[in-house]
Structure formats: structure tokens, C-alpha cells
């Protein structure tokens, strides 16, 4: 029997217990729901998103080609909690989001500037370094 893993998603903010359980599942168990993981952490206050930041962090590079679709919305606050919550705390994710990065810094939008992302970014390269910095 195939686990169904969209019903072990999150039915709430606070569904800590179903966060927990995905976790214990651990990468790659989890990689067909990676996009729908990354939907709760669009706010770093959801007791959720304090389960899932650190495990997602530690998948690494698997998840540059949904982030990057993220980076490249007008979700100004979904993409600092990514910056902050996840590629902050990755080195080979955030060497594989490089030019994000860089572009973030280079070329922020205004709601970039607002949220500061030009500066997350600006530390997480710093942090890690970059063959552009």
C-alpha cells in the first residue's frame, strides 16, 4: 500500500503533529510534496513552519527548482521566510540559488527593498560565499 503523503500534509498552522510526522518520514520519502511543504512555511510564526524550516534546510540542493519558482513570484513575505527560514541555513542551497541571490541583492523590487530581502540575500552570500560576491 502507497503512503498517501498529501494527507499527512498539514491541516492547519498549528498542526505541529502532521509537520512532525512528514519529518520523521525524512527526503526523499517526502520529495513528491516538497512544493505543498514549502506553502507552510510562508510565515515563520506558524508552529509549523519551526518543525519544517530546519528539516527542509537540511534536504539541500532538491529544492532550488521550487524555491526558485517562488523567488520569482510577488510573494514579498513567503520569500524572506524562505530566505530566512530555509536558504539561510543551507550552504549548498544557497550556492545553488547563487544567481538569486545575487539578483535579489543587484536588482531587488520595490517590495524586495521593503522586505529587505536585497539584505537577507546580501547576508546569506556573505555568509557562504559566492564565486559573483
Known amino acids: 500500500m502507497r503512503l498517501d503523503l498529501v494527507s499527512l500534509l498539514p491541516a492547519g498552522k498549528h498542526d505541529t503533529a502532521k ?3 512528514l519529518v520523521a518520514l525524512g527526503y526523499p520519502a517526502v520529495e513528491p510534496i516538497l512544493p505543498s511543504l514549502l506553502e507552510w512555511v510562508q510565515d515563520l510564526n506558524w508552529p509549523v513552519a519551526r518543525v519544517l524550516c530546519p528539516f527542509l534546510a537540511s534536504i539541500g540542493t532538491p ?12 510573494d514579498d513575505t513567503w520569500k524572506y521566510s524562505l530566505l530566512a527560514g ?5 550552504a549548498p542551497l544557497a550556492g545553488e540559488l547563487s544567481p538569486e541571490l545575487q539578483r535579489l541583492v543587484s ?7 521593503e522586505e529587505e530581502l536585497n539584505i537577507h540575500a546580501y547576508e546569506i552570500i556573505m555568509r557562504y560565499g559566492s564565486k559573483d560576491a
Not at 529544492?63 to 510577488?74: D, F
Open 86 to 90: 530555509i536558504v539561510a541555513e543551507s
Open 19 to 21: 509537520a512532525e510526522a
Open 63 to 74: 529544492l532550488a527548482p521550487p524555491i526558485r519558482r517562488i523567488l520569482q513570484t510577488n
Open 107 to 113: 536588482f531587488p523590487t520595490a517590495g524586495e527593498r
